[in-house]
């Protein structure tokens, strides 16, 4: 009995780990509200805390994506004060006019971000900021956008392809060299 | 042999997303088609970088509140926590919503395999190499063993900005007037000592972190804090950071750590961490808190009743086996002392108090019978805090519940320090019906409560060094100039003189200090000297425990890495650094703003057991903010 416990407890200490991120990120899509989406996030956890780990096993994602967004959308409904997510971007200067390498040779991250995802779709730059801010796989994106595997995997392919056409020309001269290593 | 670039399995495969099949398939395409190995490459050098410029937005996370109730309600097991904790929201499982997460499970069932490996993408690194010389007699350093030729000259101690820094002269060569301590109010075009003449720095440790909570104070009140209000390093000093325990038999360890400095690149940032251990010969006294609620009004519950249980709470997690914490509420004729246990449940015991019907009450609590009511409660052999819990620092009522308690103290028979803990808005700083000896803090989160039971327990702690003396010295082959950080004043020694550190430095059990140096290298563009010491360190002191004279050096060896590559610490108390010197506007930063300091304190996030780091980042984006409106805190 101890020793299920403490798997339990160990269980959701790994799950609060590994889905806080995305999952306010879902819930401040919907509500708009940071105080707010930390409030539908503790929730959702509180009630994973309430769920025997055996029925979630296999399918934890799923159903905390799913209890968070719906959560979300009653609380948006009751309360009725959704505003204006604060961006990220906010905090870092317009860099359009550097290339990615550059930006990485001034070591400014933020900036780095923002000027590759400046040009892509909503969908894409929530699918990027999923995998590659918060290490999501393809299933757990698919579960947070409520998409496919394939429509993910399609979508990041995409977006990444956009990226490469916009600044492959900057970064021709040093791409000889990267596919001589291969 | 064509490919399609279209196609999202490169991507997949870059990812690593792919079946082990289809791996094998796509490496297969690979070994023949130079088409597909340079699409390859291009995938992965974009996915690059995004990995070397993403990290998790620190908003996205959930408050060290929060964290502490589901703490709560993974130890309840869940199946009752639900009811406790809830928002008052009620579910709605709609039909649609059921019908989703059965079939969306459903689907991805046979897909799934749980994946319970948590990765942290901020690997461990090591502290640079620091070795400890048991000997004196190498080339550098040499100067140590040479110090009794200075034991007979004159002492000059010089006060400088919080952390005192002095220097021994040794080959000072330059023309500055005799015993005077130059100032520099507007920063000169090099503001840094030069090391090659004045080669010895010695630290006072007495550094406390009143800095800290007056810039949170004011910044949360809406208002910058002025340059003489920012001692930076007290906001350094504020953090506890995970420095190791000393080695057996050693009561303190010193932690050397070195990499680039963050807010100029050209120059190098040395942290310096003293930590002091416990004291294994003697157990700790006892010790005795009275939480003297009288200065609420629990039965109406008008205060901020949500900061008291987490105060409570977080002062029951520390409190050891011989500790014990008592709860006076003495407001009304049938007040009450309750001791709390280990198992208490806290809102119980104020709904108790609340209510009177607390079986321990005591009739008559008049100023008179609440001082004689508490002396018959102090622990005689050991030690007592009495904590004045109130929501209204500046009321007349609190003036006389202070004088109350100052009398109490005299009258104790044992060693009885007060504090003051207020739960309500108004700041503390600038109250002058506050003795100065009196603790006093404002605690609004479970966050400020540790920090608060921290520092009021770490003062009943046992002394386990005195006599402290830390000596640095600077090879004058890589430095050309050091500057301690927080020191604003540049302080010269007038030739022939001895330094000495003040007498009467001691850390008590788990004290740390953490000092930071930023270095001037030699040259325009220097290498890191692997076969030389950058830094050489000696600590004298005094264990407490067996009253042994001690003596240790260290050295420090620049292996030239980046604040990215340095420990978590050592980029936290960097961004502290900066932050307090962006506040102050002081000239020494040069590469950073207040996003760049985020970023920074981000990187050192890992170690933050209490939350007080992700609450710095909070006072960081306050502060942004403030710093569009410009305004400055006005003493009228």
Known sequence: ?182 | MTIDPSDPKWTAYVMNELAPEQRRQIEGILTRSPEARRLVADIRETVGWFEEGVETDPQLRLTPEQMTRLDGGTRASGWVSQAVFNFGWRVRPTLIGLALVVIAASLLQKFFAPDHEWRDSRAEVPLIQRETVSEPGSAFGESFAQDHRRNQQPVVEAPAYGMTVHTVPGDVTSNDSPSKFERRDTPAADPYVAASAEIITHCLLGVGADGYHRVRELVGQGALPNDEQIRVEELVNYFPYDYPEPPRGRPLSLNLEVANCPWNDRNRLVTIGLRAGTNSRTAAPPLRIFLLLDGLEIRKFTFDRAALVQTVTALRERLGHNDHLIIVESSRPDGAFVRVAASSPISGVLESLASGRSPRQFPGANDAGLRSRIVSELDRRGRNELVLVVDNLTSSKTDGRLQNLSRLQREAPSPTAMSVLNLGKDSPWGQSVVPEEVLVRSVRNIAQAHHFWGELLARSRERVADQISLQLEFDPEQVRAYRLVGVDEVVRIPAGHRLKVGPGHELRAEQEVTALFEVVPVGENPRPNRSRPLLAAQLDYRSVADDRNLSEKFVLIDDGRNWREASNDFRFAASVAAYGMLLAEAPYQRTINYYGVLELAQRGLDLDVYGHRLEFLELVKRTVGLQKKKVRFSAG
């Open chain 1, 1 to 182: 009995m101890a020793d299920r416990a403490k798997d339990q407890t160990e269980s959701v200490t790994w799950a609060v780990k590994r889905y806080q991120g995305p999952l306010i990120t879902q819930a401040l899509r919907i509500t708009g509200d940071l105080e707010l989406a930390r409030e539908v996030v503790q929730d959702t956890f509180l009630r994973f805390c309430g769920h025997r780990q055996k029925i979630l096993n296999g399918r934890l994602s799923a159903w905390l994506f799913t209890v968070c967004r719906n959560r979300a959308l009653d609380v948006v409904a009751k309360e009725r004060r959704s505003q204006p997510v604060e961006d990220l971007n906010e905090w870092v200067s317009d860099d359009r006019q550097e290339s990615p390498r550059q930006i990485v040779s001034r070591r400014d991250s933020l900036a780095l971000v923002k000027t590759l995802i400046d040009g892509l779709t909503e969908r894409e730059r929530e699918i990027i900021r999923y995998k590659f801010e918060h290490g999501l796989s393809y299933r757990e994106i698919g579960d947070a956008l409520e998409l496919t595997e394939g429509n993910v995997g399609y979508l990041l392919h995409q977006a990444l392809q956009k990226i490469r056409k916009r600044y492959g020309a900057k970064e021709s001269a040093s791409r000889s060299k990267t596919y001589q290593k291969l």
